[in-house]
């Protein structure tokens, strides 16, 4: 019985998920009702692959530079505890806002350089009520997840 119990604890560890808190970087004009853009990311990098080096060091650089960015209004990062999965969360004022940062310099330098590390990866974007900002992660992961295609847009523009 004990046996089970280590094996099931252990099991539960390997899947446990930790996440940042998320920073708000500017607050938008206090209105509830205001739709925001959120942006939800899903990356899985190969097995024991050198290039992971290359992707989790752009990751941090986009993390530690992101402030830079116009009409962004926060951001979170998930990642397994032991593995090779992370999520990110952005929440943009507009569309526009989110397109310009995709198409930045460092953004497109950072996919570059990281692109070969990754196994699989999926992109999302909702719009959203300020009230509801920001989106949980359970829910997160589950939107990604469900998805059949790499990239689901959940609003008609």
Known sequence: MLNKLMILTMLSI????????????????KEPEKIL??????????????????FWKNVNSIKDNIKENSGLIGISISKKIFGNEAWTMTVWETEEDLENFIVSKRHSQAIDESEEALATS??????????????????????LAEQKSRFKTYYED
């Open 122 to 143: 999926k992109f999302a974007r909702l719009k959203m009520k300020h009230k509801d900002i920001p989106l949980p992660w359970d829910e997160a992961v589950k939107i």
């Open 14 to 29: 390997f899947n446990c998920r930790i996440a940042t808190p998320f920073l708000i970087v500017k607050e938008p004009i």
């Open 37 to 54: 853009i959120v942006s939800i990311t899903y990356a899985k990098t190969e097995e024991k692959s050198e290039k992971n080096k290359s």
